[in-house]
């Protein structure tokens, strides 16, 4: 059985935590909140000091799903549904306040993943079908993050889920909980469906050398490893429980799997065609993690708790 980490850095928050992003330098990792109270969901973005573990501030949002926080660390941008329709809220990290808020669909096109290019300049809103619109269509909204204003909108699947620009920039790759995933050309901004490529996720993460991604889906048992290059899938490897997210550290090295009805976190290799679990588990649940630009802790996480852990990774 593996050590409990109750003991370590534990940070509360009063609604279920789900995504995690750390900003660049390290100083604030960004969590997004949902809770349904009489109905109606409450949400926010947590914000906490890396440093002191505390949580500094809880931004009110509508109903978040994604957040990605801008290479020069000065933007977070959260996708969320409000007022029945999706926005992307833009978060000024200095004051915490919101400074924009962008619309991406109409009625009834929930939100997901959201993703940010390297360079800033481009940011991706996956959303579902909307009202008006054919059924089973979904799309990919692209924000010029200089003008906060949609500047082109790619049609996809039904069910667009994960959203992930590659670390050279050129392609965000948007995984489908159902079908193929599209991969967005960032300069042309049009998108294609990788022939036989039939792959279905909702988290997904490249390796900083871009040679190899690793997508899980919500409540499935299987880590995917892709082949970048050639869009095709690698292999597939079998978690110890149903995974939720997956992060892969700053060096390339490892990949970290959350996997919510074990309440642990499962590492592979990624030189290795192999699962091992992570001698860390805890009373809660592994949702949403993210890892800290010096790769030794993580952020995780836990809906059931209403907090978030942090977990020290590495050799």
């Known amino acids: 059985m593996p050590p409990s980490t109750d003991s370590l850095p534990t940070i509360a928050v009063d609604k279920e935590p789900r ?8 100083r604030r990792a960004y969590v997004t909140l949902e809770d349904v109270v009489g109905g109606a969901f409450r949400g926010g973005l947590a914000v906490i000091d890396t440093a002191t573990n ?27 549904f409000e007022s029945g329709r999706g926005v992307v809220s833009v978060i000024d990290t200095a004051t915490n306040g919101v400074v924009d808020t962008v619309a991406v669909s109409g009625q009834g096109g929930l939100p997901q993943g959201v ?27 692209v924000i010029d993050t200089e003008k906060g204003a949609v500047v082109a909108k790619i049609v996809g699947s039904p069910f667009p889920a994960a959203a992930a620009a590659t670390p050279d920039g050129r392609s965000v790759w948007v995984l489908d909980t159902e079908g193929p995933p599209a991969l967005i050309d960032t300069s042309t901004h049009q998108g294609t469906l990788p022939p036989g490529f039939d792959l279905g996720g909702t988290r997904i ?17 299987q880590i995917l490893v892709i082949d970048v290059a050639n869009q095709r899938l690698r292999t597939g490897l079998e978690a110890s429980g149903l995974a939720t997210d997956v992060a892969i550290t700053p060096d390339g090295g490892t990949v ?9 976190v499962s590492v592979l290799d990624t030189g290795v065609a192999m699962v091992a679990k992570h001698p860390v588990s805890w009373s809660g649940t592994a949702d949403g993690i993210a890892i800290m630009p010096d790769g030794k802790t993580a952020y995780v996480s836990d809906r059931r708790s209403r907090a978030v852990r942090v977990i020290p990774i590495g050799p």
């Open 256 to 264: 970290y799997v959350t996997q919510r009805t074990s309440h642990q």
């Open 54 to 80: 505390a949580l500094v501030t809880t931004i009110d949002l509508g109903h978040p799903s994604g957040v990605v926080v801008a290479p020069d660390g000065r933007r977070a941008y959260v996708s969320a």
């Open 205 to 221: 993460a490249f390796t900083p050398d871009g040679r190899l991604a690793y997508a899980v889906r919500d409540a499935d048992t």
């Open 19 to 26: 995504w995690v992003a750390i900003a660049p330098d390290g």
């Open 115 to 141: 993703a940010i290019t390297p360079d800033g300049r481009q940011v991706y809103v996956a959303t579902e079908s909307e009202v008006g619109t054919p059924e089973g269509q979904g799309k990919v909204s």
